[in-house]
């Protein structure tokens, strides 16, 4: 017998990338088995589904894309695995661009018409399969390019398909031609309020986690505030505000309130990594610095926060996302956020109109994630960047 | 150039440095040793006043460092650490141009500078100066570190274990070239070490410290010759004769007037060269020069084949550097079992050779230190 036998056979067996295939079959059982489209006669009746064959060729390639992509899951290896998996999750995307593009416009020719052709659940877990598949394929970092390539491709066949025209049919861009006005509005308010928050949120944090590295009473109050900040639920914070402002004599919902708890949100990530960014500069180089005859001043500028900035950015890049959907939350103290159309979508119970408040909220947070991830990248000096392998 | 004046340093009930008294003349390499937490550390940050003394007076060049701000004090005195320190995010050459730019120097000088000072620790301009301080090796990086607490061409130099990082092989060619850079620049230097023979090798004087005392403050040899108690007897140790050697460099012993022999010669011109009749060995060169390896006339007796009186060796490892010093000559023979060893430069040129008898010559009839040697035992 091969003494290496016994060890060989796992090994083996781990080389099958379970997570990408899963991943494929996720979004191959949403096609096949689950409604893709549904049609509806206007947004507030409930819809019929149709068959996936409806969405025309680009259906069939969606299968394909994804039964290739279980197969390239158990059969391939290493980087081109990587690769191929990052291409089947592009084309299953894609396919569903066209293939809802297509169902949209047959099923509901008439622009004129109320009637809507809705996301079905198995569109929306083809998309959650894709996405799975991405996040396999790019498990261990894989060069830039090719994951830049990939989103392209993606936002660009999701834009050729609604330009195209089927896609305005859907139900949730015709929920956008009803409100585009306030749509606009919303996502402008959306946008003020996290960057004034944002704003407030770097000129009060980074000063205090600069004054909490050096001082320890500043470091113990502030992080566990801001720590004890962040355990208060988004809305019982609106709650809580507002005593202490009628207190001031200021009013207890509108814009005011929204950005201070916005900015009490956004201060831990804040402080947090700007006082580990200082703490983790190597001992040495201070001692150096001083030593070789840099004030205070000069050290904090010159040394300490080219060192600490990346962490800082980090920082800023966590509390964006997190203010961003925190946003939403403050349509309920009367501002108009992304989430009035939310708030107004429950209550109409049209699905459409939730959607409307709620991917772009998403798509904003994906965009504002990548945003600072590249400026994270490019004040990083390349003496201490982190390598992608 | 420096003086210290009754300084102390005390940590709530803990005396650092307790009444420390201390001169340094201008050119001069002063050593502080000692246990670990015997002060020398402290004594050297309270010179760049890193560390404030409780009481006591420092001068640096006639001048009371409390009277100069401590950035202005610390831009004229040279640092160099044992954890180097160098900043992760500048690459070499910024972080040797530090203190020049502190000093508002344009950059035509601080990049001239810096490729004067590159050249000067032995790294290659083109190469290093674009390198970051993570792509550098242990020794690499002391170099650097030591470049940049010359950048702005102090008087004074304050060294911190500055090659106690490294591999043991390593330090000794960082102290070797230490020692040449310091013969041609003459700074005044202190330098903490907890390494007798670094101290011993490198110091105009050694001042050895123990709990926050001075307990001697003289010579290498002074400290060997007349160990003022017997913690100073003990701590230079009982290879005290061995550590005599590490004064002493191949070059001032070496016999320069060595047979050689080219590596093209058949046997019998190497016999005759190698004048078979009054000597056994003669070097065995190649045309530039470079030492292959030696021929042994005993083999000929033998009436082998042409190749086998010739005895290969591979210069970088089987010789030693002029500048060496006759403790790590010594060492390299007991190793390889040889009774003498070549002396080549830096590209394996043969200059000559150092033979045991040639060390046992130094002992005998050297300088008055090394003639002592083998008596200072017997004295009473």
């Known amino acids: ?389 | 150039m420096i003086t210290l004046d009754d300084v102390t340093k005390r940590y709530g009930d803990k005396l650092a440095v307790d009444g420390l008294s201390l001169e340094v003349g201008e050119g001069e390499v002063c050593v502080l040793i000692g246990p670990s937490g015997c002060g020398k550390t402290t004594t050297l940050r309270m010179i760049n006043r890193l560390v404030e003394p409780t009481s006591g007076r420092i001068t640096v060049g006639g001048r009371d460092i409390r009277s100069v701000p401590p950035e202005e004090l610390r831009r004229g005195l040279g640092y160099a650490i044992q954890s180097v320190g160098l900043f992760p995010h500048l690459t070499v050459a910024q972080n040797i141009a530090t203190v020049p730019r502190l000093l508002g120097w344009d950059r035509g000088r601080i990049a001239a500078r810096v490729g004067e000072l590159l050249s000067l620790v032995g790294l290659d301009r083109g190469a290093y100066a674009t390198k970051y301080p993570r792509q550098l090796s242990g020794g690499e990086a002391q170099r650097v570190g030591v470049a940049r607490a010359l950048a702005a061409d102090p008087p004074i130099l304050l060294m911190d274990e500055p090659f106690g990082a490294v591999d043991p092989l390593t330090r000794e060619r960082l102290q070797a070239e230490f020692a040449r850079i310091q013969r041609e620049l003459r700074k005044t230097v202190i330098f903490v070490t907890h390494d007798v023979d670094e101290a011993i090798r490198l110091a105009d004087r050694i001042a050895l410290m123990k709990d926050g005392r001075l307990r001697q403050y003289d010579t290498p040899e002074g400290l060997l010759d007349h160990p003022a108690d017997k913690f100073v007897h003990d701590f230079m140790g009982v290879d005290r004769a061995l550590k005599r050697l590490v004064r002493v460099r191949v070059d001032s012993v070496m016999n320069a007037a060595v047979p050689t022999i080219d590596e093209s010669s058949s046997p019998e011109v190497m016999a005759d060269r190698a004048s078979c009749a009054t000597q056994r060995f003669a070097y065995v060169i190649d045309a530039e020069g470079v030492v292959q390896g030696w021929f042994d006339c005993r083999a000929l007796e033998g009436g082998e084949q042409a190749d086998a009186g010739v005895t290969r060796i591979d210069w970088r490892e089987s010789t030693v550097r002029p500048d060496a010093s006759l403790k790590e000559a010594l060492s390299r023979m007991l190793e390889l079992g040889f009774r003498s060893i070549a002396v080549t430069d830096d590209s394996g040129h043969l200059l000559g050779d150092v033979a045991l008898s040639g060390i046992e010559g130094a002992f005998s009839e050297g300088d008055s230190h090394i003639a002592s040697a083998g008596t200072e035992e017997q004295r009473p």
């Not at chain 1, 261990?140 to 896609?167: F, K, N, Y």
């Not at chain 1, 800082?312 to 992304?338: C, D, Q, S």
């Not at chain 1, 965009?367 to 490019?378: K, P, Q, S």
């Open chain 1, 1 to 389: 017998m091969e003494p290496e036998a016994p060890t060989s056979e796992p090994r083996a067996a781990s080389t099958v990338d379970r997570v990408g295939a899963a991943a494929a079959l996720i979004a191959l059982s949403g096609a096949v088995l689950l409604p893709v489209y549904v049609l509806r006669a206007n947004r507030i009746v409930s819809g019929t589904d149709q068959p996936l064959a409806v969405g025309g060729p680009a259906a069939w390639t969606l299968v394909l894309f994804a039964v290739g992509a279980f197969a390239v899951a158990l059969l391939m290896r290493g980087r081109s695995r990587e690769r191929a998996e990052l291409a089947c999750a592009v084309g299953i995307l894609a396919s569903l661009a066209w293939a809802l593009a297509h169902a949209a416009s047959s099923l509901a020719p008439d622009p004129a018409s109320p009637a809507r052709v809705s996301i079905g659940l198995g569109a929306w877990l083809a998309m959650a399969g894709a996405a799975a598949l991405w996040f396999a394929a790019t498990r261990t970092p894989t060069d830039r390019t090719a994951r830049t390539g990939a989103a392209a491709l993606v936002a660009a066949s999701w834009l050729a398909a609604g330009a195209w025209g089927g896609l305005s049919r859907l139900s949730i861009l015709r929920e956008y031609t009803l409100q585009a006005n306030t749509f606009w509005n919303e996502v402008g308010t959306h946008l003020a309020l996290v960057g004034i928050s944002l704003g407030l949120a770097v000129i009060i944090g980074v000063p205090l986690g600069i004054l909490s590295s050096r001082v320890r009473w500043v470091r113990t109050v502030s992080l566990s505030a801001a720590g004890l900040i962040q355990t208060v639920p988004s809305l019982a914070l609106l709650g809580l505000l507002v005593l202490p402002l009628a207190a001031l004599g200021l009013p207890g919902i509108g814009p005011l309130p929204g950005i201070i708890a916005l900015t009490l949100y956004a201060l831990l990530p804040v402080v947090r990594n700007t006082y580990l960014g200082l703490t983790q500069v190597d001992a040495s180089a201070i001692d150096a610095g001083l030593g070789m005859g840099m004030t205070r001043l000069q050290l904090l500028r010159d040394v300490e926060a080219p060192l600490a900035l990346p962490l800082v950015v980090e920082g800023v890049r966590i509390a964006t996302v997190m203010t961003i959907g925190i946003a939403a939350v403050v349509a309920f103290i009367g501002v108009g956020t992304l989430g009035v159309l939310i708030i107004q979508g429950l209550g109409y119970q049209a699905d459409d109109l939730i959607l409307l408040g709620a991917v772009p909220i998403v798509l904003l947070a994906v965009v504002a994630d990548a945003g600072l991830r590249a400026i994270g990248r490019l004040i990083t000096s390349p003496g201490i960047r982190v390598e992608a392998r």
